[in-house]
């Protein structure tokens, strides 16, 4: 099933939003860059976001502007 780019991004808030981090729509080679650093695949992102689940959730987006 392909979601439409602004369902993507949509289904990504919501779950941020509702904590479930494991259910993130993202591919096992997914890479995340950040002023941070670089994460890549999806194992060792989720592993990260377990680890400090304490700062990544229990926050809530507005999104003001979207360009898809």
Same mark, same amino acid.
């Given at each position: ?8 991004? $949509? ?10 981090? /494991?259910? %993130? ?17 999806? $194992?060792?992102y989720i592993r990260l976001i377990e680890a400090?689940?304490? /700062?990544? %959730? ?11």
């Amino acid at each position: 099933m392909y979601m439409k780019l602004n369902e993507l991004v $949509k289904k990504w808030f919501e779950k941020w939003e509702e904590g479930d981090f /494991k259910n %993130l729509p993202i591919s096992e080679n997914f890479i995340h860059t950040s002023p941070y650093g670089t994460i890549q695949g999806k $194992k060792q992102y989720i592993r990260l976001i377990e680890a400090n689940k304490d /700062k990544f %959730l229990g926050h809530r987006f507005e999104l003001h502007d979207e360009l898809y």
